[in-house]
């Protein structure tokens, strides 16, 4: 069983930046691929960016590549995602999601999710 815990959302305007943890518990935090969703009003979850359990593979939705950086450090049992140059059209809340797997897949297969942080890009 793992837990998440989101934290690092909150009000910025457009242009500014965030950084977003994921807390996760358990010992075996090093052998699940992690990843970050998110959901805006009226829409469906959606892939955001993951990273496997070595962090050599990072896919990335195109609408944030080069804004958006994911990393992991695994002695922390914490996953990030740093955000830059944000823009009204991300604002949704954004999920944590682990899975048991090498690579993080690019759909909601996971297996464990965090109850989500808030993010607001006012314009």
């Known amino acids: 069983q793992v837990q998440l815990v989101e934290s690092g959302g909150g009000l910025v305007q457009a242009g500014g930046s965030l950084r977003l943890s994921c807390a996760a518990s358990g010992r075996t935090f090093s052998r699940y691929a992690m990843g970050w969703f998110r959901q805006a009003p009226g829409k469906e979850r959606e892939f955001v960016v993951g990273?496997?359990?070595?962090?050599?593979?990072?896919p990335y939705a195109d609408s944030v590549k080069g804004r958006f950086t994911i990393f992991r450090d695994n002695a922390k049992n914490t996953v990030y995602l740093q955000m830059n140059s944000l823009k009204p059209e991300d604002t949704a809340v954004y999920y944590c999601?682990?899975?048991?797997?090498?690579?993080?897949?690019?759909?909601?297969?996971?297996?464990?999710w965090g109850q989500g942080t808030q993010v607001t890009v006012s314009s």
């Open positions: 999601a682990a899975s048991q797997t090498y690579n993080a897949p690019l759909t909601p297969s996971y297996d464990y």
């Open positions: 990273i496997s359990w070595s962090g050599t593979s990072t």
